[in-house]
């Protein structure tokens, strides 16, 4: 967490402190938090919590609030808006989650009461070979080694005169969503670029990250009308043939 606040004395409008000069804010006072976590468990269904993939819930209009806890200090943070959020997987790997949030409202050491009973997290869920499963307009495939998902949220705070804290903060446009994926092929026609776009819009994507040797659903992403961007072929006489594709949409809210 960072915090971002910009001062400057009013001694140029003639104002004084009997200690010195008085300084006031410059700007909009916001903080920055970084939240870089590990999918490690599925959360029981007797959870208190929105959902498994919290911060996929806070990429619109809705804050939300909470405290770190470090050793025995507490930092308090409240109102804070998602500005991006990613997450990537491959083939025996635990999926790593990472988010960019602006605090709007307050920042500094405090506590918030949380529930006590919460459920303890079942057994590890790592995906496996066949694990990530691809669904596209053209076909559906499990042989996925990787793949990663970004959404970028511009925000537009709004201020009252002599205001603080801005009134509202909503999400900019556009929105934009970008996906990355590898997969093994037996035959495969690269398209054309200079079709592009005509030939390249694929108009459903979802991914869904299984767990290894089960139908237990851990993640799972669906965008609409996403066109393709990139794609690369890799093939070699020892390894199996690999595209590369990369996906991007624009969300106008």
């Given amino acids: 967490m960072e915090y971002d606040s910009v001062v400057r004395p009013l001694s140029s409008l003639g104002i004084q402190g009997v200690n010195g000069p008085v300084y006031a804010p410059e700007?909009?006072?916001t903080a920055s938090l970084n939240v870089n976590t590990l999918f490690s468990h599925k959360i029981p269904s007797s959870a208190n919590t929105l959902s498994e993939n919290f911060f996929l819930n806070f990429t619109g209009d809705v804050p939300f609030s909470g405290q770190v806890k470090y050793g025995t200090k507490n930092f308090l943070f409240k109102r804070?808006?998602?500005n991006s959020y990613g997450v990537s997987c491959a083939i025996g790997q635990i999926?790593?989650?990472s988010t960019n949030s602006t605090v709007f409202g307050e920042l500094g050491t405090g506590d918030i009461s949380f529930p006590s009973d919460a459920p303890s997290p079942q057994e590890l869920a790592i995906p496996g070979y066949s694990s990530i499963e691809i669904n596209l307009d053209e076909f559906t495939t499990n042989r996925v080694n990787s793949f990663d998902v970004n959404i970028n949220t511009p925000r537009v705070p709004i201020y009252a005169l002599n205001g603080d804290e801005p009134t509202a903060v909503i999400a900019g446009n556009p929105v934009v969503v970008r996906v990355n994926f590898s997969l093994e092929?037996?035959?495969?026609?690269?398209?054309n670029m200079r079709f592009t776009p005509n030939e390249t819009v694929f108009r459903n994507t979802t991914i869904t990250l299984k767990k290894?040797?089960?139908d237990t659903t851990l993640l799972t992403y669906s965008f609409d009308n996403?066109?393709?961007t990139a794609e690369s072929f890799n093939g070699a006489v020892d390894s199996n043939a690999a595209v590369n594709f990369s996906l991007s949409s624009s969300i106008i809210t």
């Fill in 27 to 29: 700007g909009p006072q």
């Fill in 80 to 82: 804070a808006y998602v």
């Fill in 95 to 97: 999926p790593q989650i």
């Fill in 185 to 191: 092929v037996d035959d495969y026609e690269i398209k």
């Fill in 212 to 214: 290894n040797n089960s």
């Fill in 226 to 228: 996403m066109l393709l």
